[in-house]
């Protein structure tokens, strides 16, 4: 007989209940399952069928030809070339390259000969075609005229340093007129470097601009005369 278990003191706190409940998993009906799922879908080696493939339609085997068998191409000779052979090719292309340049040259001598065999003497010259001897009288051209004399680029009468004459004392008696341009200037008939200065200096005060600084030309020729009339002291 078993002992009576002793007695547990009451528990204040309020009673536990179980949340989950542990069990073995069964496995074994689950492959069961899948394998009967492979047998009914054909997976499984002993779930396979056999179906019969349609027939082929009526006359087809008369259309069915056999195809004539393949005929092998014959392969080309790939045997290697003598180790000689390249050096006996480049020997006959210089043999015939050396013949081609003689033959050419030859060619050419033989046209230079035929050339100088053709080539006649020229006939002598008879007596009636020698030319005579004496000179044909050629006419005289006629004598070219003298050069004329250079024209002065200020125009006719202009004066200028290094000239000389009645002209240039006209000039300066002329200047001697206009108040402090030729002050006791000489009346010698020369243009000298004093006469120059008082010819640029009346250019510059009445503002003649058509001659060259110094130079007694047609525009100051006109101004001074126009300033100085003939007859007054």
Known sequence: ???????????????????????????????????????????????????????????????????PPVARQKRRHTD??????GLRRAAVAVAVLAAAVVGFAGALLLRGENTDDSAAPAPPRSAASTP??????????????????PVDPDGAGTLREGASGPEVTELQQRLLRIPDVYRDGSTSGTYDPTLTSAVARFQLWYGIRGDETGVYGNDTRAALESRTPAGTS
Do not use: C, N, W, Y
């Open 80 to 85: 290697a070339a003598p180790p000689g052979a």
């Open 132 to 149: 005579d001897p004496t000179p044909t009288p050629t006419p005289t051209s006629p004598a070219a005229p003298p050069p004329a004399p």
């Open 1 to 67: 007989m078993s002992t009576p278990s002793e007695p547990r003191p009451p528990q204040d706190g309020p009673a536990l209940e179980p949340i989950r409940v542990l069990r073995p998993r069964r496995t074994d009906a689950l492959a069961e399952l899948m394998r009967e799922f492979r047998r009914e879908t054909g997976q499984e080696p002993g779930g396979h069928e056999s179906v019969a493939l349609p027939g082929p339609p009526a006359g087809s085997e008369a259309l069915t030809q056999e195809l």
